[in-house]
């Protein structure tokens, strides 16, 4: 069975060696193919591989169904689709953006927990597929939050869900090291802001998507990339994107960061707030999801299971929380914190 590329699906089987123009072997025979195999391929310049029959077991599963789960997953597998098209051709499908995040938009307004979607969208293999719906999910939220209209709301979540596409053009020995990268590696991978540029301006999408994905690394303090721009020359789209792309980013574990719960990443991005981040952009963040956290269960510092029954307003890190039958008010015992949600 012969198919082309980027119609392969996770865990196609190759029927045959395959080897690229110049007879280099890529894959051996029996390779079962999963994201890096079909990126592999495309570097190669490979267009068609044989393939083992697919059999009807996947028929059934295919359904999205109505669940939160379900369209992540479609959302996470169709970004893999307009990743690969970018890095093979350097342009991307717009319709496909826009019919795959459509939908979700929808289902996002009645989903008021915000809390627990973002605990739902929680992975220990995040990569720059799930990190992107993340952002774009994020980003909705806090622009709804701002008072954005829905139609400004869907382009903003868009310009999330879009950020790291030029990550598709950033060698993928940089994108999967597991170690800390060399100064010469990170600088290859800032790359991929303007990359990201190029590539959303020649799919043609709109100037404001294009900007966000070029400035989401600055900071308004002049220290971010790749231009060093200050505060006035940052769009108002990409104030948000950054917060959001930092908030999820930093609730991921990296090789020289363990993961952090929502509450430490909150007041860390709370910090980033006063130079670095717009201000404005993060109250609206902490304002919204602080609120949310009463009622969930929580890990504090020692080691204790409780659930946090008030914020406290004058320090909204240090609520009351219930563990058993005693409260404890963190703005008075000093030496507790919340650690982690637990849901």
Request: aromatic share 6%; hydrophobic share 40%; charged share 20%.
């Amino acid at each position: 069975m012969k198919v082309h590329v980027t119609d392969l699906k996770h865990g196609d089987c190759l029927l045959t060696d395959t080897f690229n123009s110049v007879g280099l072997h890529v894959l051996p025979k029996r390779t079962v193919v999963q994201r890096e195999e079909i990126t592999i391929l495309i570097r190669h310049k490979i267009e068609y591989v044989d393939i083992e029959p697919r059999t009807a077991v996947d028929a059934d599963g295919n359904s999205l169904g109505h669940s939160l789960n379900d369209n992540f997953d479609h959302a996470i597998q169709n970004y893999e689709s307009i990743f690969l098209e970018a890095l093979a051709q350097g342009t991307f499908t717009q319709s496909m953006v826009d019919d795959t995040l459509q939908p979700l938009m929808e289902t996002l307004d009645a989903q008021k927990d915000v809390v627990s979607l973002l605990l739902l969208l929680e992975r220990d293999d995040i990569d720059t597929y799930h990190h992107s719906l993340q952002v774009g999910l994020l980003s909705y939220y806090i622009a709804a939050w701002m008072g954005y209209s829905k139609e400004e709301r869907y382009q903003i979540s868009r310009a999330g869900y879009l950020h790291d596409i030029g990550k598709s053009q950033v060698p993928l020995s940089i994108l999967n090291k597991t170690g800390i990268l060399t100064p010469a590696e990170e600088e290859e991978l800032k790359r991929h802001t303007t990359f990201g540029y190029d590539i959303i301006r020649g799919s043609k999408m709109d100037e404001k998507t294009a900007l966000v994905a070029l400035q989401h690394h600055e900071f308004e303090d002049g220290t971010g990339y790749p231009n060093q721009i200050l505060k006035s020359g940052i769009h108002p789209y990409t104030e948000i994107v950054a917060v959001a792309n930092i908030y999820m980013g930093l609730t991921t574990s990296r090789p020289n960061q363990p993961k952090q719960g929502l509450v430490a990443v909150l007041r860390k991005v709370h910090e980033m707030g006063f130079g670095k981040l717009n201000g404005t952009v993060v109250q609206a963040l902490t304002g919204h999801l602080l609120p949310g956290f009463v009622g969930k269960s929580v890990q504090l510092s020692n080691g204790e299971i409780g659930t946090i029954v008030m914020n406290n307003p004058l320090d909204m890190f240090r609520p009351l929380v219930k563990v058993d039958n005693v409260f404890k008010d963190l703005s008075r015992e000093r030496s507790l914190s919340v650690e982690e949600i637990i849901m």
